[in-house]
């Protein structure tokens, strides 16, 4: 029924990193039939990957390097 | 980098929420840092602070008690701080003022820096939407912020796109990701708690909470969720402005009536861990958008760009 492809710059807006989209998030643009049929989708379960560098770390890093 | 003092503007939950582990290694570093806080969260900010038990000087530029949740007192606040010196006297060696993303404490921020000599360094630089209205006053803040600091911290592709033309005469910091993610995968608890039943609700932005139709709008969406039963709680932490409109507009009793519960706003770790285990949540927030991306939660944004 609906296309929750994000090849819009829209969402990408919405999130400080682009990298971040996933098909777990909906822009709804006030919506309320999409927000419910999005809601009513079994979602993904949740998962989180622990192992990446430090963005803080890398940030003090490079700006000691300056 | 010969200067071991450091200037660090924040101002909103936002901005200290993701300045934390930045901060965390400032101070290992031995970095004396000056947090500088505008006082636009103010309430909430205090207890965010005391992650960092004293290790650092604070400032405080303002003398409001309360969170700025109304337009008018965020024009008398900005004012105020704005024609104020804003000479800050015990900084003899820093050399940097760190400023952090799109609102009117970055912009304070800006002020502040160049009023006291100091490299202003923007981090979550190089955002744009290029629509001058979309967000408001976020993009123009952003326009000048970028324009006018000595260097420029990017975190993604599209942000690296945007500072090109800058490249030449700014240092550029490129980061992996945005340091929002260190907020998220610090603070949480080390077993997932299992997942309940709950929609989890904030909204904030002047365009959803002004916006009478929109809000009310909002609230009929809110029941209509309810009275389908996806969820058994449905829980709306609010922001001051927040729970302001929504008596504006007599909408409390109908929402109580139907169920949905009002909630205060409660601390990050606290709040990250809730939105953990919750079934969906519905947001118009940036940083709350992201860091549900992050745990891959099932998420609406409440916007329409």
Redesign the interface.
């Known amino acids: 029924m609906f296309d929750y492809e994000f090849k819009n710059r829209d969402l990408e807006r919405c999130l400080e990193n682009i990298e971040y989209l996933n098909n777990n998030m909906l822009l709804s643009k006030y919506n309320h039939d999409e927000i419910i049929y999005f809601l009513n989708e079994i979602s993904y379960s949740n998962k989180i990957s622990l192992d990446e560098t430090s963005p803080s770390q890398q940030f003090v890093e490079q700006l000691m390097s300056i | 980098?010969d200067s071991s003092e450091i200037l660090y503007v924040l101002g909103t939950k936002a901005q200290f929420i993701k300045s934390?582990?930045?901060l965390?290694?400032?101070i290992k570093?031995n970095f004396k840092v000056f947090i500088l806080d505008t006082g636009q969260h103010k309430e909430i900010t205090s207890s965010e602070l005391n992650y960092f038990k004293n290790n650092f000087e604070y400032i405080s530029i303002s003398d409001n008690k309360k969170n700025i949740s109304s337009i008018f007192s965020m024009i008398v606040w900005f004012s105020k701080v704005i024609f104020s010196s804003n000479k800050i006297e015990n900084l003899k060696e820093a050399k940097?003022c760190l400023i952090h993303g799109d609102t009117i404490s970055t912009l304070i921020g800006l002020i502040i820096g160049k009023k006291n000599n100091l490299e202003v360094?923007h981090?979550?630089s190089g955002?744009r939407?290029y629509n001058w209205f979309k967000p408001f006053p976020e993009e123009i803040i952003r326009t000048i912020v970028t324009r006018y600091s000595d260097?420029l911290?990017i975190?993604?592709?599209?942000a690296a796109n945007n500072v090109k033309k800058y490249q030449s005469k700014k240092?550029i910091?490129?980061?992996?990701?945005?340091?929002?993610?260190?907020s998220?995968?610090m603070t949480?608890n080390d077993e997932?708690p299992p997942?309940n039943d709950t929609?989890i609700v904030t909204i904030h932005r002047t365009e959803n909470i002004y916006n009478k139709k929109?809000l009310k709008?909002f609230v009929?969406?809110l029941i209509?969720?309810k009275n389908?039963n996806?969820y058994s709680e449905i829980e709306w932490y609010c922001h001051d402005i927040t729970i302001n409109a929504l008596e504006r507009n007599s909408l409390t009793t109908q929402l109580s009536n139907n169920g949905v519960n009002l909630k205060k706003l409660i601390l990050h770790d606290e709040f990250i861990n809730k939105i953990?285990s919750s079934?969906?949540v519905?947001t118009d927030g940036?940083?709350i958008?992201?860091e549900?991306?992050?745990?891959?939660?099932?998420?609406?944004?409440?916007?329409?760009?």
């Open positions: 980098m934390k582990f930045i965390e290694n400032l570093n940097y360094v981090i979550e955002l939407s260097i911290s975190d993604s592709e599209e240092k910091i490129r980061l992996s990701r945005n340091t929002i993610y260190d998220v995968v949480l997932k997942e929609l929109r709008s009929n969406l209509k969720l389908e996806l953990y079934k969906a519905i940036g940083s958008a992201e549900c991306s992050i745990m891959n939660l099932r998420t609406v944004i409440w916007r329409d760009v």
